[in-house]
């Protein structure tokens, strides 16, 4: 191996982004979109669908005949029950934006609790109020507050948006370009210098890693300068956790690169694994409530785990320590697909 | 002295394709070795199975008189015939990525010069003309100082202007004494560059020589062509031996004064007549019954 061979692919790769403008300028421009889009226009959420947290109760979604709530509630549309065990449960949830509202099941008085920084749990509380109209039943209401720092919708959100667009920009910045030189021959010519495949894919991912996070930090701060976020924890343990995340999305991107000439069957590729991590790693929504099956899935891919300690450290203030799982999760499926991916890869196949 | 490459009995098949056919033949070391066939002979095959682009299905290469070990590539310049390049990088630029993947490398500016990039070396690759791409390939072939330079049609798709200059420029590799194997189909190229040749043709090699021998081997005298429309009678009621083509009618003669008493007392109509030296395209002609570029 030559780590000259590797710095030289590592700078053309780099030449090649930052001089294709219109690429280069939509990796900045997209991300900020989102952000200001979703999280100041619409606050961020779909506007019919309400989650409302439980308790107590069985964990997970629960049959709302069996909830003692007023019927006028339950029969309510557009209302998702979720269940918990106890109250701590359902308020951390709130906090995080996973569900919009907490009610205490049982005979009155009711109790409820909103996140004030969530407009959707002040709908919500609107849709509850009035279906206990009727006298006694709203006298008997009792309205909570969560008693901790308040996470603002756009602090949850924002992690999300950077790291989906991290995912994209691993995937196809890797697995569409590697098989576009396969299918116009420029890894063949690479072939036939003693360049190494370990050194060419090296290259790759490096160049990528070091874009991707060049974007984030230009984005986050570009971002901030408008939004000005609430990091809890250190932005430096965030940003270790961009890093990791990075490794592991560009080392799935080498996997997906590692055969193939066909564009077309590479974006299909690309759009089957990318579309249901964007959806199912909670990027945009929470899974509170979804099947069980649907939860294991998220956990296969490593936006998941980038994206949950990602807002541990930024909206709970956690330490690295904290977070070690994701970080193993992140660094075991990095091994992993670079294993595949080296094993697999195909100079001209 | 030991053949700077040699190739033994060499196969390459697809499935039950057969591109390669058990060919072999050796090139000694600053010779230029050209393979000559229609496309779709194997030339191209042949090339990327030595270089090592393909393997082979059988047969032996022995670069040196050796198997090919890792320092064959470093050691080796290729230009293929279809090819892309890394994207937004200048030809400079291009240059210096290629020369840093290798041990050694040419002076840069030496190399630009020789190949005639001075003008454009700044410019994006993919913004080059026909011309200058070629020149511009072949200076990527020889950027790491190669001993062995493989040019797979170097000059195809050049006007005949380009591809008088790029012979020139492949003449000035041939005379620092570095070894070239070249395919092509173009009979001007092969004996314009070549030492030696082989006449590739579904897959074997079927003649082998300098394109002198070859010629003196596969053909007679002078080729007198004339259109058809000259002759009034039949062509089997010449008293000459005669191929007719294309609408042209091909007589090869080892004495061309009789060959023309003859068609005068025919009464052929000689006004438009060409007369031939024969050259590697007979050679071809003769040995297949087809031209190179059919």
């Known amino acids: 191996m030559r780590f000259r061979r590797i710095w030289v692919m590592f700078k053309a790769r780099n030449w090649e982004f930052f001089r294709d403008r219109a690429s280069f300028g939509w990796n900045f421009l997209f991300p900020f979109l989102l952000v200001a889009g979703f999280g100041i226009l619409f606050g961020g959420r779909e506007p019919t669908a309400y989650k409302i947290g439980v308790f107590p109760a069985p964990t997970g979604a629960v049959a709302v005949a069996s909830l003692d709530l007023p019927e006028a509630f339950k029969e309510t549309r557009f209302l998702q029950f979720v269940g918990f065990a106890s109250q701590d449960d359902a308020l951390e949830k709130l906090r995080h934006h996973k569900i919009d509202i907490v009610i205490r099941t049982g005979p009155p008085p009711y109790a409820y609790w909103i996140n004030d920084a969530a407009p959707n749990g002040h709908l919500a509380e609107k849709i509850f109020q009035a279906s206990l109209t009727g006298g006694a039943d709203t006298a008997l209401l009792r309205k909570g507050r969560i008693t901790t720092a308040e996470i603002r919708y756009i602090d949850w959100l924002f992690p999300g948006i950077l790291a989906m667009n991290m995912m994209f920009s691993a995937l196809w910045g890797v697995g569409y370009i590697v098989v576009r030189y396969r299918k116009n021959g420029a890894l063949r010519r690479l072939k036939a210098t003693p360049l190494t495949a370990f050194e060419y894919l090296s290259a790759q991912m490096l160049s990528r890693i070091f874009l991707l996070m060049f974007t984030l930090v230009v984005v986050w701060f570009g971002c901030d300068l408008v939004f000005h976020f609430h990091v809890e924890g250190s932005l430096g343990h965030i940003f270790l956790l961009f890093f990791l995340g990075s490794l592991s999305l560009t080392a799935m991107g080498l996997v997906l690169a590692a055969r193939g000439t066909s564009e077309e069957f590479t974006t299909g590729t690309l759009n089957f694994i990318s579309w249901p991590m964007m959806f199912l790693s909670e990027v945009w929504f929470s899974l509170e409530g979804a099947p069980g099956w649907v939860k294991q899935v998220a956990q296969a891919f490593p936006l998941t785990h980038l994206l949950q300690g990602i807002r541990r450290i930024m909206n709970d203030g956690a330490g690295l320590v904290d977070v070690w799982p994701q970080i193993a999760v992140l660094l075991l499926m990095t091994g992993i697909f670079l294993s595949v991916g080296a094993y697999l890869f195909s100079w001209d196949q | ?294």
């Not at chain 2, 993947?101 to 080059?128: I, M």
Request: proline share 5%; aromatic share 6%.
């Open chain 2, 1 to 294: 002295m030991t053949p700077i490459l040699a190739v033994n009995n060499l196969t390459k098949a697809y499935g039950p394709l057969v591109a390669v056919d058990g060919i072999s033949f050796a090139i000694p070391a600053g010779s230029c070795f050209g393979l000559l066939g229609p496309n779709g002979a194997g030339k191209t095959t042949t090339l990327e199975v030595i270089e090592n682009i393909l393997p082979p299905t059988s047969g032996d290469i022995l670069y040196k008189g050796q198997p090919r070990s890792r320092a064959f590539q470093n050691e080796v310049g290729i230009q293929f015939q279809h090819t892309s390049l890394l994207a937004m990088l200048t030809v400079w630029e291009t240059l210096q990525v290629f020369q840093a993947l290798y041990t050694d490398g040419e002076d840069l500016d030496a190399l630009a010069e020789k190949c005639q990039l001075q003008e454009f070396k700044h410019q994006r690759h993919e913004n080059l003309s026909g011309g200058q791409r070629q020149r511009f390939l072949l200076a990527l072939a020889l950027v790491n100082r190669p001993q062995l330079l493989f040019l797979d049609e170097p000059s195809t798709g050049l006007d005949p202007q380009a591809r008088r200059n790029l012979w020139e420029i492949v003449h000035a590799v041939k005379a620092s004494g570095k070894t070239i194997i070249l395919t092509t189909h173009y009979m001007e190229e092969a004996q314009h560059l070549c030492d030696e040749v082989a006449i590739m043709d579904h897959g074997r090699i079927i003649a082998q020589g300098t394109p002198e021998a070859l010629i003196h081997a596969h053909c007679e005298g002078v080729t007198v062509v004339l259109p058809r429309h000259s002759f009034r009678q039949p062509l089997e009621t010449l008293p000459l031996s005669v191929q007719e083509m294309n609408g042209a009618v091909h007589i090869q003669t080892s004495n061309i004064d009789d060959c023309l008493k003859q068609l005068l007392s025919c009464q052929v109509d000689l006004s438009d007549m060409s007369v031939y030296s024969p050259n590697l395209e007979h050679v071809f002609l003769n040995l297949t019954g087809r031209h190179l570029r059919e």
